[in-house]
């Protein structure tokens, strides 16, 4: 059974602090990407990497960067929350070529206060 | 511009048929997603069309034509359990797997 696994479920944390939300894939995919999902906004990408250390900026990158140093992990970095960064974050990943769907991990609700 | 317009919510009862519609203007067109996902979960897929025509998949189906940039998902014999959102997601032909999903169909589906 294919699996995304995402390192927490629930996250707090004070504005300011480093925060690392960690993905992991076990289906050897090339690409993997973070969304953030907010209400009325839908699924936002926020970096995706197409294979390990390569990495491309989405739609929203200000304010995240990210790691991917084995092709099976995926972390996301928020250098110093900001309440603006509270939100659910997905991880997803897909095997390249196109038309290939993308699996998602159980999300993580994060909270800045 | 990229943009996916989708209704924000629908409803419909046990048994019934429902379409959910999904329009979308964007740069290149290179394939078309549906996703379903209930509340608190992750998005599932349920499926992928590039070329025109109707792909049926037991209960559910998706349309696509792409001259219109329009693409419905046809769920049939609606159960309880169809409660969900519905994403619809385009994959921009700028030769990556990025996909560019809409805000989302909330669907809720009444006895």
């Known amino acids: 059974d294919v699996k995304v696994t995402q390192s927490s479920r629930y996250l707090v944390k004070r504005t300011g602090e480093k925060v690392f939300l960690e993905c992991v894939q076990d289906m050897d995919h090339e690409n993997m990407f973070w969304y953030r999902q907010d209400p009325g906004l839908g699924l936002r990408l926020i970096y995706f990497?197409?294979?390990?250390?390569?990495?491309e900026k989405g739609d929203i990158p200000e304010g995240y960067s990210v790691s991917r140093e084995k092709k099976e992990r995926f972390s996301l970095i928020l250098e110093s929350a900001s309440t603006n960064q509270t939100s659910m974050y997905l991880c997803a990943s897909s095997m390249s070529g196109g038309g290939y769907e993308q699996y998602f991990g159980p999300g993580t609700r994060l909270t800045v206060t | 511009g990229q943009n996916i317009d989708q209704p924000t919510e629908m409803t419909a009862t046990e048994g019934a048929i429902v379409q959910i519609n999904c329009t979308y203007q964007t740069s290149g067109f290179n394939g078309l997603f549906w996703y379903q996902q209930h509340a608190g979960e992750a998005p599932t897929f349920l499926s992928y069309?590039?070329?025109?025509g109707l792909e049926e998949k037991g209960r559910f189906s998706s349309f696509l034509s792409r001259s219109k940039g329009y693409s419905y998902l046809l769920l049939k014999e609606l159960q309880m359990k169809d409660s969900a959102s519905y994403l619809c997601?385009?994959?921009?032909?700028?030769?990556?797997?990025?996909?560019?999903f809409g805000t989302g169909t909330r669907l809720q589906v009444f006895p």
């Open positions: 990497s197409y294979d390990v250390k390569m990495k």
């Open positions: 997601a385009v994959r921009d032909l700028d030769n990556t797997d990025k996909l560019i």
């Open positions: 069309n590039v070329l025109d």
